[in-house]
C-alpha cells in the first residue's frame, strides 16, 4: 500500500475516535439534540472495505484521464471534470483565475461499491452566478418572487409560487414510489432466504436483555441496495432540474421548502405509510437542490409546515395551532372536513382545489412571504389547475 494511502487510514481513524469523544461529551451536556447515545466506532465486518483518500500526488490527471499507477487504476472523465482539474488552462473565469493552485481545494474518494470501486471526486466550483439555462439566457429575477415547495410520498414535490401567471407544478413521485416497493419486497425475501439457510450472522444484544441473530444476506443484497440508490438518485436529479427550470420561468429568487424536525424519526402514520415515507430521501432533495440554485443566484430555505394543510390559502387563515383540528378540539368544536378526497381541498366559499397545492402555498404564507390576494379569481384559476411532469427512469 502507498505510504500516503496508509496514512490518511490512519488519520480517518484517529479523526472518528476524536468525533465520538466529542460527541460523547456533547450528548452528556445536551442530550435533547441526539436521537440516541453516540455509540463508538467498530471494526468493518471480514470481507469488508473502507474508503480511502487519495491525494493529488497519488492520482494524477493525464489528458482526460485520472490514473493512479500503483493500482493499474485508469478512469476516463468528462471534458467539463477535465477542465476544472486542469490548473494549467485558463478556465475563462476571472473567480476561478484568481485563485492559487493551493486554494483550489480538490479531494480524490475511492469508495468500494459491488464488483469494483468508485472513484469519487471533489473541486472548487466558481462562485460566478450562471447567465444560462441550457443554452437559453436566465430572465431577470423580480424582487418578491418565490417559490414553494410541498414535499409527499405520490406528489414528489408540489411547487407554487406568488407570481400568478405561472400555474403551479407537481413532480410525480410514483416512480420513486415503485422502485422503493420492490426494493422492500426483494430484501425482504433474500432476507427470509438468509435465514433459511443459516448464512453467516452476527448476535445482537437488545436492551430488554434479550438476543437476535441476525444473518447476512451476501452480494445480492448489496446489489439491489445500489440498484435502488443509483434509481432514485438519477429520479433526484431530474426532478431538481425541473424545479430550477421553474424557478427560473417564474423569476423567482427564492426557494422555501418544507421541512419538520424529526418528521422522518417520529413519523406516526400506518405501518405501510411510513414505509412509503421513510424511504424517500426528501432531505437529498433539498441537498441537491441547494447546490444547483445557488449556481443560479437562487436561495434555498427550509420552513417548518405544521398546519398548512389543515388550513385554507384562499380564505387567508394562518397556518397555526389556533386554525388547526386540535385546537378545535379543544375548544368544543368539531374538526373541519376540508379534505373530501385525498387530492382536493375545499374552502370555505366552495371551491375545490388542489390540497397540495393548499399546502404549499401556505408554507409560503409561513415564511412571511406577501401574497396579493387582491385579485382572488386570478389566483383560483391558477391554482385550480397544476401540471404534473414525471421524471424517466
Known amino acids: 500500500m502507498n505510504i500516503k494511502i496508509s496514512n490518511s487510514v490512519v488519520k480517518d481513524v484517529r479523526r ?62 468528462s471534458p467539463y471534470l477535465q477542465q476544472a482539474l486542469d490548473d494549467t488552462k485558463q478556465s475563462n473565469d476571472e473567480w476561478l483565475d484568481q485563485l492559487t493552485r ?45 417559490v414553494a415547495g410541498d414535499p409527499g410520498v405520490d406528489n414528489l414535490m408540489t411547487l407554487a409560487t406568488n407570481n400568478w401567471q405561472v400555474n403551479p407544478l407537481i413532480i410525480n413521485g410514483k416512480g420513486i414510489k415503485s422502485v422503493n416497493h420492490f426494493y ?22 437488545k436492551k430488554d436483555g434479550t438476543t437476535q441473530v441476525v444473518y447476512h444476506t451476501g452480494r445480492a443484497y448489496s446489489r439491489l441496495t445500489q440498484w435502488r440508490n443509483q434509481k432514485i438518485l438519477s429520479a433526484i436529479h431530474k426532478a431538481t432540474d425541473r424545479i430550477i427550470a421553474y424557478a427560473i420561468s417564474c423569476g423567482a429568487e427564492r426557494i422555501i421548502i418544507g421541512r419538520n424536525k424529526y418528521w422522518k424519526q417520529r413519523s406516526n402514520m400506518s405501518k405501510k405509510n411510513n414505509q412509503n415515507f421513510i424511504g424517500i430521501p426528501h432531505y437529498r432533495v433539498v441537498q441537491i437542490l441547494t447546490y444547483k440554485a445557488n449556481r443560479y ?79 382572488s379569481q386570478q389566483i383560483i384559476g391558477c391554482v385550480l389547475h397544476p401540471r404534473k411532469w414525471s421524471p424517466h427512469f
Open 184 to 205: 422492500n419486497k426483494r430484501k425482504a425475501k433474500l432476507q427470509e432466504l438468509a435465514t433459511k439457510y443459516k448464512q453467516k450472522g452476527v448476535i445482537i444484544h
Open 297 to 375: 443566484g437562487i436561495e434555498v430555505v427550509s420552513q417548518p409546515e405544521s398546519y398548512t394543510s389543515q388550513t385554507s390559502f384562499l380564505d387567508n387563515e394562518k397556518p397555526c395551532w389556533n386554525n388547526g383540528n386540535s385546537s378545535r378540539k379543544k375548544q368544543g368544536k368539531s374538526p373541519i372536513n376540508r379534505r373530501i378526497k385525498r387530492g382536493l381541498f375545499r374552502s370555505n366559499e366552495g371551491y375545490l382545489i388542489n390540497a397540495d397545492v393548499n399546502g404549499a402555498l401556505q408554507i409560503m404564507t409561513k415564511n412571511k412571504v406577501f401574497c396579493d390576494r387582491s385579485n
Open 16 to 77: 472518528n475516535w476524536s468525533n465520538y469523544y466529542k460527541s460523547l461529551s456533547d450528548y452528556k451536556k445536551h442530550p435533547y439534540k441526539y436521537l440516541g447515545k453516540p455509540k463508538f466506532p467498530k471494526y468493518l465486518r471480514k470481507g469488508k472495505r473502507h474508503s480511502t483518500e487519495l491525494d493529488t500526488q497519488t492520482i494524477k490527471l493525464k489528458g482526460n484521464y485520472l490514473v493512479y499507477d500503483k493500482a493499474d487504476l485508469k478512469v476516463r472523465i
Open 102 to 146: 493551493r486554494q483550489r481545494i480538490r479531494t480524490y474518494w475511492l469508495k468500494p461499491i459491488v464488483g469494483g470501486v468508485k472513484l469519487c471526486v471533489t473541486y472548487v466550483v466558481s462562485q460566478k452566478k450562471l447567465d444560462k439555462y441550457k443554452g437559453k439566457d436566465v430572465p431577470q429575477r423580480k424582487a418578491g418572487i418565490v
